[in-house]
């Protein structure tokens, strides 16, 4: 099935206050620290991208904003006001959603279903109502071609659909049921890279709706295509919180890879036959950063 992407130009958002921000939050589960001293701010209209590997802390702080658990230290605001979920539901209600690798969606269904799927159209008088089947194809047609996706069969299972379809498909879902901010969790992950490139282009769109997103990956490369501020998550602390200016894409890419140890540690290597430390970075220019993002 071909899907074409139609862009249409958008006025510019102004900055505002953030919507989402976190200030020295974190999570303990009993004795263990998922999550510590991390300080974040979702603008609307900008990209944040948050990096990190794997156990970097990466899935606490998705759940914690999106009000699967909630935060044991530090402040947790939207709009300003100091907010404690205990619901996926009520942030929600705040306009935070999340879209998950997974994506939730019923494979054999058509993709206007999935659309709605949780959230149907009805219609006629109770206790005859029924599903406006016709209202909610218009409508899902109508907003996925205004986020750029037009697909040729709207009645085709979902399932049958490309990855980066599938994830596009579940972005317009969330921006037509009022998302303010989109949490995207590692979209990118399982696709090839046309695919990717698919998603991004979406992520993109999505800003420039005024959203603030926040983009959870572990690839450097695509969080520099879209990303407006970079925040990397190392063992539950904040290690980089840059803006875009602030950052190249190699110094982003040595964070993220890990690049201080292996950096302390290159004296050490360069004495392991076989190993080439002549790319590594030297400690100092990697610690040169502060988590506010400032250079000392």
């Known amino acids: 099935m071909a899907t074409t992407i139609e862009t249409t130009p958008d006025e510019t958002v102004p ?3 953030p919507v989402v921000e976190l200030k020295a939050t974190g999570k303990a ?9 991390v300080s974040l701010a979702v603008h609307p209209g900008k990209v944040t991208c948050v990096l990190g590997d794997n ?3 990466k ?3 998705i759940k914690i904003i999106s009000g699967l658990h909630q935060h044991t230290e530090g402040e947790f ?3 300003n006001a100091p907010v404690r979920f205990t619901t996926p539901r009520e942030a929600l209600d705040k306009g935070i959603a999340t879209v998950y690798q997974d994506l939730a969606v019923v ?3 058509p993709v206007w279903r999935n659309f709605f799927l949780g959230s149907e159209m009805t219609k006629g008088p109770w206790p005859l109502r029924r599903l406006d089947i016709e209202k909610m194809k218009k409508t899902a047609d109508e907003e996925l071609r205004n986020m750029g996706i037009v697909l040729d069969d709207l009645n085709q299972p979902i399932g049958t ?3 980066g379809q599938r994830q596009s498909v579940a972005i317009a879902r969330a921006v037509f049921f009022g998302a303010r901010v989109l949490i995207l969790d590692e979209p990118t992950a399982a696709l090839g890279v046309k695919q990717s490139g698919v998603v991004l282009k979406y992520i993109a769109a999505a800003r420039d709706r005024g959203l603030g997103v926040i983009f959870i990956t572990h690839n450097p490369h695509h969080a520099y295509m879209v990303g407006d501020h970079f925040s990397v998550l190392r063992l539950g602390t904040m290690e980089l919180s840059a803006a875009r200016d602030q950052v190249s894409l190699e110094e982003l890419t040595n964070h993220m890879a890990g690049g201080t140890e292996l950096a302390a540690l290159k004296h050490e290597l360069a ?3 076989g190993v080439d430390v002549e790319e590594l970075p030297e400690e100092e220019d990697l610690t040169a950063t502060t988590p506010e993002g400032t250079h000392s």
């Open 59 to 61: 899935s606490t702080l």
């Open 161 to 163: 659909l490309s990855g």
């Open 77 to 79: 605001l939207v709009d």
């Open 107 to 109: 494979p054999l269904m």
């Open 55 to 57: 156990g970097a802390g």
């Open 29 to 37: 589960y009993g004795n263990i620290r998922a999550l510590h001293g």
């Open 15 to 17: 900055d505002g206050e």
């Open 271 to 273: 004495q392991v036959r």
